[in-house]
């Protein structure tokens, strides 16, 4: 998986994982003998071990520890967003993007799990210098799920507050973006350090699909999920054992 780098954004408190009773960082919550972001980091070694860049923030030693300690056979920057309290998403990307080595960006958060398969098919099934969003057409909405719009199979309007009747799936929460793309949107991210309230990196990308051109990678149950709130994390053990029992099956 060398054709990209990636980047992991983990800067933030995750209020409502902690509304709901979690008591760590959600990007490093137990999940069977793992955590969101360590599984992140298996699959992608298993993909090549790209390069990866963390941003970190709220709890920031307990999760460089936690990385550390799980020595990724990648090559892995820290980069610090030391105002994550007061700023969101689109600023931690434009942090990473500063770090980034070159060549095309995998995105995607310290509190998603994916699947290897769905992985590679950013590889397999879209143009290496395309930009990408996994989009599932397939989950029941929570309030608080990205929505997303579509037409001609590219992306053209993503909200929280998208109308379901409007809403072709969820935002998987994990983009491919070509480097012309990704440092255009960095910049973009940069420029929302003062913005009041915070900017969230989907809430910024939003405005601008009408000049870029965002495919969809189009996926469902067993390629991710998200652990937003405590309840989630049951979602998250049945992927990890999903995936390992094709692992040991060696069917992908």
Known sequence: MSDFSAIILAAGRGSRFTAGGGDTHKAIAPVRDTTPLLWTLSVLSWCGAPPVTIV???????????????AYPGTVTFVENDVW????????????????????VLLTYGDVLLAPA??????????????????DTTRPFAAWDMRAEVSDNRLRRLGKDLPQ???????????????????????????????????QFERML????????????????????????PAEIVLAEELVDRVRARRESAVW
């Open 56 to 70: 970190v923030g709220y709890r920031a030693d307990e999760i460089r520890a936690a990385v550390l300690a799980a």
């Open 85 to 104: 309290a007061t700023t969101d998403s689109a600023y931690s990307f434009g942090l990473a993007m500063r770090a980034h080595p070159g060549g095309p």
């Open 118 to 135: 769905l992985v590679e098919r950013f590889r397999t099934e879209t143009h290496p210098g395309s930009d990408v969003m996994a989009l």
């Open 165 to 199: 009747q409007e809403s072709a799936g969820e935002a998987a929460c994990v983009f491919r973006f070509s480097e012309g793309t990704a440092r255009s949107l960095a910049a973009r991210g940069l420029a929302t350090r003062t913005t009041v309230p915070a900017v």
């Open 206 to 229: 939003s405005p601008l699909l009408g000049e870029l051109e965002i495919g969809l990678l189009r996926c469902g149950p067993g390629e991710w999920c998200e652990v937003d709130v």
